[in-house]
């Protein structure tokens, strides 16, 4: 659940033909169900037709940034379910084939890295890239990736324009006065306007629900009976409901840093959970921090670093850094320290060489590039697709009361996020279309064991996430990695996660009980 930019992920095809025309397995019972029988009916015919059709694999258009082996294609799907015959969307996909003998490969492995407004397609490339963690896996699965309805290879929507949305410096999050909460209301408002004006066509259907069965339909298309999958951040969400929509249809699937799907946390109160997360997490990279001293001289207290934060940020309130850098710049860039571990030391680096005098990196990290217009067409898609996507599965409150106590009330003990991440959100209060009742994740007839694995001191998707899930679907099992807080664990090195992932997707094994895994390696700063 990416806030700022859109994050892909990291995967090919070699020789080896998938076989597209086999005939979609049966539609899950639980999709009529949990979400009514048009929409079941509806994704049984898309998936037929798509079984037959198959996808027209080919290289893949220079622009992408995905040279051979990697091979491209798009599926169609319906617009809106209820009506399969009616208007159709493109998807984009990707894929590499397996790497093993035609012996060793078990099919297609679908990857979805969250969001939502995330894409997917550069899975392929931990093939190409020979990321080391994924090579047995690799040489099992053709590696598909694919752009969600929306996103940008894919029917793409936009909010407002690229350049507009990207453009700096933006007013300080936190709010000094009851005008600047009306002034962010106001931009709330005017983005779900801007919305509903340039893609008004497409949010009725911008749904986690929706999704899912596209992802069916992709299924079907590649000629897969059941459906392997691996999902991260909001990526776990659409896993969640699409096991719940279609139990039997699932073959593997593991789900890493995982959304609570619990109806009432969908999505206002896991964006409230979310800011206690991250000032925790904020709280650890800070003490990190002021263990290293030594070499970043940004105080050896976390008080200290703390101190020398809200220095940064009332230096940028009263004067732009580089006159571009304000305080919501400044929150955008070091939030990428209590997401990713990775993150830390050049965070960190970038920091300390501000205060050392040195003000370029930071501004280069921090502000937007305005020549990039490829990359902040990819940013406002990313951010359009978030906002469309949350504000359509869920009723969100419509009382500025309420947001307004909620947040005031967080912000006194979780000051680094809890504002920003309100007025990110707060267009869903004043959302033009119809917003969803969230299905109700709960295991199906059919349900294989489910893979889910979680730190314990995640940022984005707090702990008690997986446990929710885990509790819901029955014969799961959870691998907590204890005391740390990286989000999107499977990328890490960490040998008792690792081995465990390669035996799951390999054989199907999970463990007889769950696991706690000892914390991967802190960086070094």
């Known amino acids: ?214 992802l069916d339909v992709i299924r079907a298309a590649l000629g897969e009976k059941k459906l392997n999958y691996l999902g991260v951040s909001y990526g776990t969400y659409l896993g969640a409901v699409y096991g719940t929509l279609f139990p039997s249809h699932v073959r593997r699937m593991l789900v890493d840093s995982v959304v609570d799907p619990a109806r009432d946390n969908i999505w206002y109160q896991a964006n409230l959970n979310q800011d206690v997360a991250f000032q925790g997490r904020w709280n650890d990279w800070q003490d990190w921090v002021a263990k290293n001293d030594a070499t970043f001289h940004l105080g050896d207290t ?68 305005m020549s990039d217009i490829k990359g902040n067409i990819s940013a406002e898609n990313g951010n359009a697709v978030y906002t469309a996507v949350e504000c359509a599965d869920a009723k969100w409150p419509t009382s500025w009361k309420k947001w307004d106590r909620d947040n005031t009330r967080l912000h006194k003990n979780n000051p680094f996020m809890t504002w920003a991440n309100a007025w990110m959100n707060l267009p869903c209060a004043t959302w033009q279309t119809k917003q969803q009742t969230p299905v109700e994740v709960r295991t199906g007839k059919g349900l294989p064991p489910v893979l889910i694995v979680q730190s314990t001191r995640d940022a984005a998707t707090p702990y008690q996430g997986a446990v929710s899930l885990h509790q819901r679907f029955k014969g799961s099992r959870l691998i907590t990695e204890k005391d740390a807080g990286s989000h999107g664990v499977t990328g890490l090195v960490n040998p008792c996660i690792n081995t465990r992932v390669d035996a799951y997707f390999l054989s199907g094994k999970v463990d007889s009980a769950d696991v706690t895994c000892t914390p991967h390696a802190t960086p070094k700063p």
């Not at 004067?319 to 929150?331: D, K």
Request: positive net charge.
């Open 1 to 214: 659940m990416r806030r700022t930019a859109v994050l892909g992920s990291a995967g090919t095809l070699i020789a080896g033909t998938l076989i597209a025309g086999a005939i979609a397995a049966p539609v899950a019972t639980a999709e009529s169900r949990h979400h009514g029988t048009s929409e079941a009916r509806g994704v049984e015919l898309a998936a037929e037709r798509a079984a037959k059709k198959g996808i027209d694999w080919t290289d893949c258009p220079a622009d992408w940034g995905f040279a051979k082996p990697i091979q491209c294609g798009y599926v169609s799907v319906p617009l809106d379910y209820a009506h399969p015959y009616g208007q159709q969307i493109k998807l984009a996909v990707d894929r590499i084939g397996s790497t093993g003998t035609p012996a060793e490969r078990q099919g297609a492995l679908i990857y979805n890295p969250g969001g939502p407004g995330a894409s997917g397609m550069r899975f392929p490339t931990r093939v190409t890239n020979k990321n080391p963690l994924w090579a047995n896996t690799a040489k099992a699965y053709d590696f598909v990736g694919f752009d969600p309805r929306g996103v940008g290879h894919s029917t793409p929507i936009s909010c407002v324009d690229p350049q507009e949305y990207v453009k700096a410096p933006k007013a300080d999050p936190v709010p000094d006065s009851e005008a600047d909460k009306r002034a962010q209301r106001k931009l709330a408002a005017e983005y779900a306007d801007g919305c509903a004006e340039r893609s008004g066509w497409m949010l009725p259907f911008m749904t986690t629900p929706n999704t899912a069965r596209d």
């Open 302 to 369: 976390r008080a200290k670093v703390e101190a020398q934060w809200l220095k940064l940020r009332a230096q940028a309130k009263k004067s732009p850094l580089g006159g571009v850098v304000g305080p919501a710049e400044l929150i955008a860039y070091f939030q990428n320290a209590p997401y990713y571990d990775s993150a830390w030391a050049s965070t960190a680096r970038t920091w300390s060489a501000y205060v050392a005098g040195d003000t370029k990196a930071l501004v280069d990290a921090a502000a937007p590039d």
